[in-house]
T-cell receptor, first 112, second 116 residues
Framework: QQQVKQSPQSLIVQKGGISIINCAYE??????FPWYQQFPGKGPALLIA?????SEKKEGRFTISFNKSAKQFSLHIMDSQPGDSATYFC???????????FGTGTRLQVFP | EPEVTQTPSHQVTQMGQEVILRCVPI?????FYWYRQILGQKVEFLVS????????KSEIFDDQFSVERPDGSNFTLKIRSTKLEDSAMYFC??????????????FGPGTRLTVL
């Protein structure tokens, strides 16, 4: 079964706080794990991505943590800002394909 | 900065009618995709297209759907006879590279399709 489960559905964080969004997958046949950010009225935009041969990737305030044995990966947003308020989708690409299988999305609201 | 564009932004149609959704991918990209997002639900893969043929399609992409790259710049999704359940946001995406571990897909702003 090619599914990606995402939680929480919504998240409210104070400015300056850490936002954490979690995803889990059910089979091991994925080899690319991107996170997409979507603002209202816009298409999803790639935020950060990781391959399964590394356990962590950091780009600025955004970090992906990847746990291959647990089949879980998470997005951490440090020093969250009101401009980070958006919907975040995790995704995964199966081996030998280029389609993206998306999680259900997390609506993040960052309040000043 | 290059971007994927889609037209129209909103399409309203009657059930049973044919619709064509249009996309202009980023100019040097070779791989093209359609996804859809039913309101409040996750983004779902429909089809991928490379070298003028479908490379993969989902179970959603049945005989009522077709894709075409008619002129080297546009990429279209046709729904032959729309159903109420086709109402969704349709996203076009394109990618320059294909390969294990690297697949940055650039998404357009979407076309909201409403079937009445």
């Amino acid at each position: 079964q090619q599914q990606v489960k995402q939680s929480p559905q919504s998240l409210i964080v104070q400015k300056g706080g850490i936002s954490i969004i979690n995803c889990a997958y059910e089979n091991t046949a994925f080899d690319y794990f991107p996170w997409y950010q979507q603002f209202p009225g816009k298409g999803p935009a790639l935020l950060i991505a990781i391959r399964p041969d590394v356990s962590e990737k950091k780009e600025g305030r955004f970090t992906i943590s990847f746990n291959k044995s647990a089949k879980q990966f998470s997005l951490h947003i440090m020093d969250s800002q009101p401009g980070d308020s958006a919907t975040y989708f995790c995704a995964a690409t199966p081996y030998n394909t280029d389609k993206l299988i998306f999680g259900t999305g997390t609506r993040l609201q960052v309040f000043p | 900065e290059p971007e994927v564009t889609q037209t129209p932004s909103h399409q309203v149609t009657q059930m049973g009618q044919e619709v064509i959704l249009r996309c202009v991918p980023i100019s040097n990209h070779l791989y093209f995709y359609w996804y859809r997002q039913i309101l409040g639900q996750k983004v779902e893969f429909l089809v991928s297209f490379y070298n003028n043929e479908i490379s993969e399609k989902s179970e959603i992409f049945d005989d009522q759907f077709s894709v075409e790259r008619p002129d080297g710049s546009n990429f279209t999704l046709k729904i032959r006879s729309t159903k109420l359940e086709d109402s969704a946001m349709y996203f076009c995406a394109s990618s320059a590279l294909l390969g294990v571990g690297y697949n940055e897909q650039f998404f357009g702003p979407g076309t909201r399709l409403t079937v009445l």
